[in-house]
């Protein structure tokens, strides 16, 4: 059964902590990783990895895809309260449809 | 932003009578996507659609059908509505090469 589990499920921080963000994946024909944030609407795409160990940047934000371990990992720097949300994560797989399995979720929240 | 509405945004409806909710798009995306987001399930997919009158299931079908008569809109209609069925609705449209999906704002509908 294709699966992708994040961890933590809940994190508390607080302003200028650094965090990582995990997820694992298990699924069929695998094609990419996409990380999301949630704030309180629909998720805005943050990521779209590919390849192992090439990360992606962007500003305060970065990741990072292991294909050989099935994993990636999401790294936010300095966090600010604005970072508070729920990061998604998930998989693309299987043929030509695209369609995305996606885990439950990481919510973050950052107190100043 | 993808050029993504939902129709409703929020929608109160009682036990056993229809809903469709609408899914419009203005930049000619083939793929288009309904997910419902549930506490502790994170986001499911419903039905997808590859094309004008192509549509398939997804994980959570049951209880759903869908309508794409043009290119721009997809239509998530619910025959019967249960309180089961209460929950937030996404669209999303897929672009790029890895199938990145961009999602509409959401519908919350609830179903006494």
């Known amino acids: 059964e294709d699966k992708v589990v994040q961890s933590p499920l809940s994190l508390v921080v607080h302003e200028g902590d650094t965090v990582t963000l995990n997820c694992s994946y298990e699924v069929t024909n695998f094609r990419s990783l996409l990380w999301y944030k949630q704030e309180k609407k629909a998720p805005t795409f943050l990521f779209m990895l590919t390849s192992s160990g090439i990360e992606k940047k962007s500003g305060r934000l970065s990741s990072i895809l292991d294909k050989k371990e099935l994993f990636s990992i999401l790294n936010i720097t300095a966090t600010q309260t604005g970072d508070s949300a729920v990061y998604l994560c998930a998989s693309n797989y299987g043929g030509s449809q695209g369609n995305l399995i996606f885990g439950k979720g990481t919510k973050l929240s950052v107190k100043p | 932003d993808a050029g993504i509405t939902q129709s409703p945004r929020h929608k109160v409806t009682e036990t056993g009578t229809p809903v469709t909710l609408r899914c419009h798009q203005t930049?000619?995306?083939?793929?288009m996507y309904w997910y419902r987001q549930d506490p502790g399930h994170g986001l499911r997919l419903i039905h997808y659609?590859?094309?004008?009158?192509?549509?398939d299931k997804g994980e959570v079908s049951d209880g759903y059908s869908v309508s794409r008569s043009k290119t721009e809109d997809f239509l998530l209609t619910l025959e019967s509505a249960t309180s089961s069925q209460t929950s937030v609705y996404f669209c999303?449209?897929?672009?790029?090469?890895?199938?990145?999906?961009?999602f509409g704002p959401g519908t919350r509908l609830t179903v006494l």
């Open positions: 999303a449209i897929r672009q790029g090469a890895y199938n990145e999906q961009f």
């Open positions: 659609s590859y094309g004008v009158k192509d549509t």
């Open positions: 930049e000619n995306h083939r793929y």
